[in-house]
């Protein structure tokens, strides 16, 4: 079976807390980053809530959001 993509609906009777989505992440260019598999970099350019373009030394890589394998240094 395969996990779904949508988010399971929150009944207000329920006694849990409703799950909080997570924060995007905001890169700016210039900004030194690391990437779970590319490793250090900086983020050359940045298409708003969509990509980031980051120079790791040996490659430029277009890394889509929501930047799941990528931090702020």
């Given at each position: 079976?395969?996990?779904?993509?949508?988010?399971?609906?929150?009944?207000?009777?329920?006694?849990?807390?409703?799950?909080?989505?997570?924060?995007?992440?905001?890169?700016?260019?210039?900004?030194?980053?690391?990437?779970?598999?590319?490793?250090?970099?900086?983020?050359?350019?940045?298409?708003?809530?969509?990509?980031?373009?980051?120079?790791?030394?040996a490659t430029q890589m277009r890394v889509?959001?929501?930047?799941?394998?990528m931090t702020k240094l």
């Amino acid at each position: 079976m395969k996990k779904s993509e949508t988010p399971k609906r929150h009944l207000p009777t329920s006694p849990f807390k409703a799950p909080v989505a997570p924060a995007l992440k905001h890169f700016a260019t210039g900004d030194q980053v690391s990437h779970d598999m590319y490793g250090l970099g900086r983020v050359v350019g940045v298409e708003e809530g969509t990509a980031a373009l980051v120079d790791f030394g040996a490659t430029q890589m277009r890394v889509l959001s929501p930047y799941t394998k990528m931090t702020k240094l």
